[in-house]
C-alpha cells in the first residue's frame, strides 16, 4: 500500500535550471496538495487540486506551477530554480478539500538550489 | 504573522510519564484542529484530530484537548514510549470562502524526545 509517492527524493539543481516535481497517490482521492517545509518553520501551502482539471493558488505560490494530469498525479514545477526554492517540499492527498479529512503526506523531496 | 503558534521547540520526558505538547491560534474562523507527527526523512503522518464543537477526544495513549476561549488546544500522551520521539505539528483547519475548500495552516512543530 503505497499511499503517496514523491519523486526524486533529492535533487541538486544550480540557479535558473527548471524541474518537475512528481506525485502519485493510490488511495482514489479527489484532493491533492503540494506544501513546502523550511528549517524551523511548519509547512506552507504552495498549490492544491481540489479535485481532477482544477488547481488554486496556496500561502506562497510564487515561482511555481502545477499540473493535475489526472485523479492519481499532482505535478510541481519549478521554471527558473532560485536559492529561495531550497527546501523540503511534500504532497499530499485527502478524499477532497470540502469536509475536514485527515491529509496523507508523502515522504517529500529535498531539493538544494546552489 | 503566525496563526498557530507551538511555542515550544523541543520537549524531553522520560519514558512512562505524561507528555504534554500545547498549540495556540489567533483564527476564530479555524473549527477543526489536527496533530501530525513527523519522523526525520519521512511525511507528517495523522495522528488525532478534534472539531471545534468538541472539548477532548481521545484514541489510545493521545489524548487532545481543546479550549475555544483561550484558543489553546494541546496534546497529551500518557504513557510516553521512546517510540514517540518525533516531531509534532498542531495544525488547524478553515473554511475559505473563495472556493470554498479547507486548507490546513500548520505550526512550526515541537520536538518530543521520551529518554529510556
Known amino acids: 500500500n503505497a499511499g503517496v509517492t514523491q519523486t526524486p527524493k533529492f535533487q541538486v539543481l544550480k540557479t535558473g535550471q527548471s524541474m518537475t516535481l512528481q506525485c502519485a497517490q493510490d488511495m482514489n482521492h479527489n484532493s491533492m496538495y503540494w506544501y513546502r517545509q523550511d528549517p524551523g518553520m511548519g509547512l506552507r501551502l504552495i498549490y492544491y487540486s481540489a479535485s481532477e482539471g482544477t488547481t488554486d493558488k496556496g500561502e506562497v505560490p510564487n515561482g511555481y506551477n502545477v499540473s493535475r494530469l489526472n485523479k492519481r498525479e499532482f505535478s510541481l514545477r519549478l521554471e527558473s530554480a532560485a536559492p529561495s526554492q531550497t527546501s523540503v517540499y511534500f504532497c499530499?492527498?485527502?478524499?477532497?478539500?470540502?469536509?475536514?479529512?485527515?491529509?496523507?503526506f508523502g515522504d517529500g523531496t529535498r531539493l538544494s538550489i546552489l | 504573522d503566525q496563526q498557530v503558534k507551538q511555542n515550544s521547540p523541543s520537549l524531553s520526558v522520560q519514558e512512562g510519564r505524561i507528555s504534554i505538547l500545547n498549540c495556540d491560534y489567533t483564527?476564530?474562523?479555524?473549527?477543526?484542529f489536527l496533530w501530525y507527527k513527523k519522523y526525520p526523512a519521512e511525511g507528517p503522518t495523522f495522528l488525532i484530530s478534534i472539531s471545534s464543537i468538541k472539548d477532548k477526544n481521545e484514541d489510545g495513549r493521545f489524548t487532545v484537548f481543546l479550549n475555544k476561549s483561550a484558543k489553546h488546544l494541546s496534546l497529551h500522551i500518557v504513557p510516553s514510549q521512546p517510540g514517540d520521539s518525533a516531531v509534532y505539528f498542531c495544525?488547524?483547519?478553515?473554511?475559505?470562502?473563495?472556493?470554498?475548500?479547507?486548507?490546513?495552516?500548520f505550526g512550526k512543530g515541537t520536538k518530543l524526545s521520551v529518554i529510556p
Open positions: 483564527n476564530s474562523m479555524f473549527d477543526y
Open positions: 495544525a488547524a483547519s478553515a473554511r475559505y470562502s473563495g472556493a470554498g475548500s479547507y486548507q490546513l495552516t
Open positions: 499530499a492527498s485527502n478524499r477532497d478539500t470540502y469536509s475536514n479529512q485527515p491529509q496523507h
